[in-house]
């Protein structure tokens, strides 16, 4: 017996990296998952993935910064197993060209992180809530970030992105605790995705130094791994959390609890 046997999970942006973990872990639990990603070949084979193992899932080759994307998404989901009870807003983008001023960034850069990171979480919401309203409830979990709760140099669409979306789980939490949809975020520290891997190529520093230091600016010495984030995920899908919604939760070995000192004063207390 799987903890999610039967239900039926939709999991953006959830062919690779947090994602990847995310689908697999739901799978791996019972969870009829539906894969929505914009990469064909690593959608598919994330599906075979699991097939293999023994799960059951499905690939939609979408943008999920697009409405036609999402509503694709969730139609997929409730065609083929019958409805839908929990979403994983996972999806999102921080391309290495990304990083610089407001002043320098431009405005399609802007719209199509916002569209991305934020705007899919809406239409997520959108389309998969009256389908949980028919079951008597569902839970919506996003992936934010630490940068939505304190800020960096140079990213502002994705800072932008991270606040709104802590925001909107917020505000939803309360729109729809009286259908009993549960709204809640995650938080990662630095995790081992290949979207860390790009930015640190792409801005020319050498990947497997920077894995290293970036892991130890977190006071547990290491970078996380995708796996750290499915298994909060998992739990804050599951029966155990039922009494939690409106809130977000870090999983990023300590590094927030630096607050500022982050600054001035190393993870092990050094200057
Ligand atoms: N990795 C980290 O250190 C970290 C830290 C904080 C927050 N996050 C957040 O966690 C989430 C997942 O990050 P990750 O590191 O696993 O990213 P990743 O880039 O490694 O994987 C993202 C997945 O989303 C897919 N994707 C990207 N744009 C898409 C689009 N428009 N439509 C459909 N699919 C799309 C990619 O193909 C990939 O499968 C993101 O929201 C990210 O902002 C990550």
Redo the contacts with the bound molecule.
């Keep these: 017996m799987g903890e999610f046997d039967g239900k039926s999970v939709i999991v ?9 973990a995310a689908s697999e872990a739901f799978a791996r639990e019972g969870a009829n998952v539906t894969i ?4 064909a070949e ?1 959608g598919n084979a994330a599906v075979d993935r699991i097939v293999s193992d023994g799960g059951t899932a499905q690939f939609i080759h ?4 697009t409405t036609d ?1 999402c509503r694709s998404c969730v139609d997929a989901a409730v065609d083929k197993y019958g409805g839908v009870n929990v979403v994983f807003n ?5 391309p290495p060209d990304s990083y610089v001023d407001a002043v320098e960034l431009p405005e399609e850069t802007w719209d199509k992180i916002i569209a ?2 934020l705007k899919s979480r809406f239409l997520l919401a959108k389309y998969s809530i009256p389908h949980m309203r028919k079951v008597g409830g569902g839970v919506i979990i996003s ?5 939505g709760l304190q800020s960096m140099g140079g990213v502002s669409a ?1 800072a932008a992105s ?1 606040g709104g979306d802590l925001s909107l789980m917020r505000q939803m939490s309360l729109d729809f605790a009286k259908d009993n949809i549960r709204v809640v975020s995650v ?5 081992d ?4 891997r ?1 930015a640190i190529t792409g801005t020319g520093g050498n990947l497997e130094d920077e894995l290293i230091s970036t892991g130890l600016a977190h006071p547990i010495g290491r970078i ?1 791994q ?1 796996s750290d984030i499915a298994n909060m995920v998992l739990f804050l899908a599951s029966d155990k959390a039922s009494f939690v919604t409106g809130s977000y939760f870090n999983v990023d070995g300590g590094f927030m609890a630096m607050g500022a000192w982050a600054n001035t004063v190393g993870a092990d207390g050094s200057n």
């Design positions: 953006t942006g959830g062919a690779l990296g947090i994602g990847g929505l990603d914009w990469n690593a979408a943008d999920a910064g994307g996972n999806v999102g983008i921080q991305v990171n992936s934010a970030s630490v940068q994705y991270k938080n990662p520290g630095a995790i995705t290949p979207m860390v790009n996380g995708p």
